[in-house]
């Protein structure tokens, strides 16, 4: 749970190091010379800072499965995948969803870890949503650029809320009630 507590740009560059450190070991570019490492460290690094974070919700979803659904399946015959697939995952559905729109929101909203690991680099290859609004509202200037940051930020808000309420309903219909 700790990762998740640690600040995006202080993970970014810890991560930054270690990936470069393992990267020169084994001969290859860097994180800001390779768009492919730079795209996997940002996944490796995202995986490692919310993994912790989700099983908490996940084992109390889990936890929060009645013991006496568990014990009338085993009575009516049903085996192990069964019970996995008929009713432990449509109990935990609710945790599945708040972890799906957590991901989602985050990996959009991915910002100082990508400025920390990458910068964009190589070419803004590596560069997130946020990360390119950042630099057109701030990296370029002139009055041919009035605007277009907060245009994009005003769209890249739009476009986060539909997609999280599309994902929202979508699994939202596969909860079960208790």
């Known amino acids: 749970f700790m990762p998740n507590l640690i600040g995006g740009i202080v993970l970014g560059y810890i991560w930054q190091i270690l990936i470069n450190c393992a990267l020169a070991l084994l001969e290859k570019p860097l994180l800001a010379v ?31 499965i009645p013991s006496d659904y568990l014990e009338a399946a085993r009575i009516d015959g049903a085996n192990e995948w069964q019970i996995l697939t008929k009713v432990k995952i449509p109990n935990v559905m609710p945790s599945i969803t708040i972890c799906l729109f957590l991901s989602v929101t985050n990996g959009f909203k991915l910002f100082d870890q990508n400025l920390a690991l990458t910068a964009g680099e190589p070419g803004h290859m590596t560069e997130g949503l946020a990360l390119n609004i950042y630099d057109t509202f701030y ?6 650029w009035k605007g277009y940051g907060q245009a994009k930020a005003v769209i890249f808000c739009v476009l986060v809320i539909v997609i999280s309420l599309i994902q929202l309903r979508a699994t939202r219909s596969k909860e079960v009630q208790q």
């Open 34 to 64: 390779n768009p492919t490492f730079g795209f996997w460290g940002l996944i490796i690094l995202m995986c490692w800072q919310q993994i912790g974070y989700m099983m908490i919700i996940y084992i109390a979803g889990l936890q929060s």
């Open 139 to 144: 990296g370029r200037v002139g009055p041919q």
